[in-house]
Every structure is written in C-alpha cells, then in structure tokens.
C-alpha cells in the first residue's frame, strides 16, 4: 500500500484474507502450519517467538490442542485469534527455528505443554515432543532448573514423573496413565519382539515376563488392510505365548469400560 502496488479496497476485497491485524494472504492459498508460525512473527513485528502447541505440531508432534503462544518482550493488544500472548524469559538454548521463524526449543516446548491442564492431556503432548524430538527427562529437568520461579512447577515435575518418550501416540499414553490411575503395574511401550518369521514388530504397551500386551486400536486398524495385517500378527504372536487385546478408542474414553480393561490386565500381569 505505501508503494502503490496495492489499495486499501482491494485488500480487503475478495483477493485477500486476513490472518491478524495488518497481515493478509492470498485468498486462495492454504493454510498451513509454516503459514500459521510467519504470520503470528509477522504480526509481532519480527520480536515474537512461536511457542505452545503450535511449536509442537511444527516438531510433527501430536498434541491435543491446537492453539499458540507468542512469546514477545511487551504485552499485544489484543492478540490474534486462538494466540495467548506470553512475556515469559526465553534463553538463547530455548529458541529454534521452523518455517523460516523462531519458535521454542523441542525442550522448552515440552516445559510449557507440561504445566497445562489436563494432567493426562499434559503427559501425552510431552510424550508426543519427547518422541518427535529424542528428548528424555533430563533435557526437560534441566529447562526446571534454569526457571525456579516459573508458575507450574509442581505439575511439571510430576509430568517428569510420568512421561515415556516411547510412546507413539497420544491414546497410547491415555491408556498407560488410565491404566495406572487404577492400580495396574507399569508396562513397557513399543516393546519390540522378533516373530519366528524374523519380522521384528512393536506392541504398543506389553509386561514380556508374562506375554500379555495392549494394542491400540486406532482408524489405520479399522480398515479390511489393517484387520487382516493384524489378525496375521496376533496369530504369529500367538506361536510364541503372547495373549494381546485390542483396545478401541471407546474404551480409553469410557472410565467404566476402562475399569474393566483395568482389572482384565491386573489379573493377567499379577
């Protein structure tokens, strides 16, 4: 606009959609994660960080929630849409980059998504970091270290206390923490057992010295490929001792169906 090149009226015609104050794209293109962290940049005038969920979807880590949080050095007004405004202390080690723009460390991404609520919800998005990015407890507690005051501590290091970097999705580890909410011994996920085939396969959550494993059932299952994928599986697992059980996502998301999950492993792992 200051150049000419562009009106007023037509950027906020039909050619052009707005994302945040003073930040448009093209009305055709996609949004898309890199297209979502540049303009949340743009928008603080190239003094924000990326961080919170988005940061994690930008490490193609899973994460229950969807929205942002810009770290910049003074408070916005108001902030765009699904962005909570943080003026929090990042260190040089807490910053990285994506789509050609600052965003959190993977460890201090992992700090931030540890002090929200749900605890359960907490716990699986670290877990959904520490896989994505090959973090482990220590490069989490060394972010604690570094920001003793910081609000959320006590959840966080409970989250220390339960995280799993094995897991591979977020149900895997709404089953694990479910499971030992009810009093059920910790199980290994992913544990890897070569077949007599010499396939090597992973079960999503298993105690080897009985042989009794957990599967999550997610869509990839449902379909007539993956029901026959795993029916040859089960059956090969089957020759070497195991017992597995499929579990639907209904029964992660039903307490009382996971009770009786609960009670089904207890009696076979005691």
């Not at 150049?3 to 009305?27: N, Q, S």
């Not at 910053?95 to 201090?108: L, N, W, Y």
């Not at 896989?131 to 910081?150: G, S």
Request: hydrophobic share 45%; with cysteine; aromatic share 6%.
């Amino acid at each position: 606009m200051a150049t000419g090149r562009l009106t007023r009226a037509r950027l906020r015609g039909p050619d052009f959609r707005k994302l945040a104050y003073d930040v448009y794209v093209g009305a055709a293109a996609e949004e898309d994660l890199g297209m979502r962290v540049r303009a949340l940049r743009l928008w603080s005038q190239d003094r924000g960080t990326v961080g919170g969920p988005l940061a994690a979807l930008a490490y193609d880590a899973d994460c229950p929630w969807t929205d942002a949080e810009l770290f910049v050095p003074s408070r916005y007004h108001p902030a765009p849409e699904g962005t909570t405004i943080r003026t929090d202390r990042l260190l040089p080690g807490e910053v990285a980059e994506r789509f050609g723009a600052p965003i959190t460390s993977p460890a201090r991404t992992a700090f931030d998504l540890a002090r929200r609520t749900p605890l359960v919800d907490a716990v699986a998005a670290v877990d959904a970091v520490a896989h994505a990015c090959r973090l482990t407890t220590e490069h989490l507690r060394r972010v604690v270290e570094d920001h003793p005051r910081a609000r959320g501590l006590v959840q966080v290091r409970r989250v220390l206390t339960l995280m799993d970097p094995r897991a591979e999705s977020l149900p895997e580890t709404r089953l694990r923490l479910g499971l030992l909410d009810r009093g059920v011994p910790p199980g290994v996920p992913q544990f890897r057992v070569v077949l007599l085939t010499g396939e090597r396969v992973r079960l999503d959550l298993a105690w080897p010295n009985v042989r009794f494993a957990l599967e999550y059932d997610g869509p990839e299952h449902r379909t007539i490929t993956g029901q026959n994928r795993d029916a040859f599986r089960d059956a090969h697992l089957a020759d070497l001792g195991w017992v597995v059980v499929r579990v639907p996502s209904a029964m992660v998301l039903d307490p009382r169906a996971l009770d009786r999950l609960a009670a089904r492993v207890r009696r076979a792992v005691a």
